[in-house]
């Protein structure tokens, strides 16, 4: 009798793999408004403001690729000024006054703001945060601050985060 061995290959993926891959399927569950765009086909622009840990890894996840039949385009921003121009806006390592700052010029605005786990993120007038790796929920959503901006948020993406309320700031 021959016994088979069958070697199950896992694939390893690091954190910001991972990350960048979420944030291309969050464009898929989350809904701007058409004014947002200036044409059917106008790209979505992400923002990377603060530092970059994804390297390369970002744009080899979205190039080639499209959302509702709309490309991707990378800005690096530095300036919170700058951020206006963007559909989505990830935010790694920044103090808190200019987190503040950068937080003031996307309010009320249709722009998915994105924390790299960044504490009291969503309390503070930002939409999703990423989590710790090995938490419960990999990402927490402010939905109270997504509607204000106009973004509506599907139930599919909602159930998989933790909701955070605004309310929470009232405390």
């Given at each position: 009798?021959?016994?088979?061995?069958?070697?199950?290959?896992?694939?390893?993926?690091?954190?910001?793999?991972?990350?960048?891959?979420?944030?291309?399927?969050?464009?898929?569950?989350?809904?701007?408004?058409?004014?947002?765009?200036?044409?059917?086909?106008?790209?979505?622009?992400?923002?990377?403001?603060?530092?970059?840990?994804?390297?390369?890894?970002?744009?080899?996840?979205i190039q080639n690729?499209?959302?509702?039949?709309?490309?991707?385009?990378?800005?690096?921003?530095?300036?919170?000024?700058?951020?206006?121009?963007?559909?989505?806006?990830?935010?790694?390592?920044?103090?808190?006054?200019?987190?503040?700052?950068?937080?003031?010029?996307?309010?009320?605005?249709?722009?998915?703001?994105?924390?790299?786990?960044?504490?009291?993120f969503c309390i503070?007038g930002g939409i999703?945060?990423?989590?710790?790796?090995?938490?419960?929920?990999?990402?927490?959503?402010?939905?109270?601050?997504?509607?204000?901006?106009?973004?509506?948020?599907?139930?599919?993406?909602?159930?998989?985060?933790?909701?955070?309320?605004?309310?929470?700031?009232?405390?």
């Amino acid at each position: 009798m021959c016994a088979f061995f069958i070697k199950v290959y896992t694939q390893s993926y690091t954190e910001y793999e991972v990350k960048a891959a979420y944030i291309f399927n969050f464009a898929k569950f989350v809904k701007w408004p058409d004014n947002s765009f200036s044409n059917k086909t106008s790209p979505f622009v992400l923002g990377i403001y603060g530092n970059n840990p994804f390297g390369v890894i970002l744009t080899k996840t979205i190039q080639n690729r499209t959302v509702n039949g709309r490309k991707w385009v990378i800005k690096f921003i530095n300036n919170p000024k700058d951020v206006q121009n963007c559909h989505l806006l990830f935010i790694s390592q920044l103090k808190k006054s200019e987190l503040y700052r950068v937080l003031n010029e996307t309010k009320n605005k249709p722009i998915l703001t994105i924390g790299d786990n960044i504490e009291d993120f969503c309390i503070s007038g930002g939409i999703l945060n990423f989590t710790q790796q090995y938490s419960k929920h990999r990402f927490e959503i402010n939905k109270d601050i997504a509607i204000q901006s106009n973004l509506i948020i599907s139930s599919k993406l909602l159930i998989l985060a933790k909701i955070i309320s605004s309310d929470e700031i009232k405390f």
